[in-house]
């Protein structure tokens, strides 16, 4: 079955720089969260889109945007890079309601490991 | 906000043993999930519980909404269940949904 699928695996970037992460969600699946993951911590809520719409919003920095396209793919972009940023970044998926009604099942993928040198 | 309690924060077992890892929380939760966090640190799932009981071969889960827990049993554990294992809850609030994690409970299992 066909998963979550995030690139780059592996990023190394320089402080002051810029990051762009991409989540392709599960096909049909029409939600998108991002989760910050710090060493020997739990994930933690960054944003979520349903329907390309922002539905909710964690603690992101406001260096960090996203977005979600119109294929539903959605991308994460980071500026102004800092060494604690260094993170693995998750994407996951849902299929459901997430503005209303209620939401599903979220499915994981493989995370993005940044570095911040 | 809601508060996500998992305990114990570490469990050392042995092949074979049974364990049961618990999640508590705080306020009402409108969807619950278990995952195992792999060494590689591949988040897998393992139940959507909201409430209710499931198995899935030697993991159980339970879930008591009304009194704010919800319990994972492992029985016969394997070293491959080593990792740690998240309890994540999801409550709507205003505008969407927010998802919060425990801070999870790490298993060893020795051979």
Known sequence: AAGVIQSPRHLIKEKRETATLKCYPIPR???VYWYQQGPGQDPQFLISF?????SDKGSIPDRFSAQQFSDYHSELNMSSLEL???????????SGLAGGGSSYEQYFGPGTRLTVT | GIQVEQSPPDLILQEGANSTLRCNFSDSVNNLQWFHQ???GQLI??????????????LSATTVATERYSLLYISSSQTTDSGVYFCAVERKRTGGFKTIFGAGTRLFVKA
Do not use: V
Not at chain 1, 50 to 54: A, T
Not at chain 1, 84 to 94: I, K, R, V
Not at chain 2, 47 to 54: A, D, L, M, N, Q
């Open chain 1, 84 to 94: 604690g940023d260094s993170a693995l970044y998750f994407c996951a998926s849902s």
């Open chain 1, 50 to 54: 349903y329907e390309k719409m922002q």
């Open chain 1, 29 to 31: 699946h029409d939600t």
């Open chain 2, 38 to 40: 792999n060494p590689w």
């Open chain 2, 45 to 58: 799932n393992l139940f959507y519980i909201p409430s209710g009981t499931k198995q899935n071969g030697r």
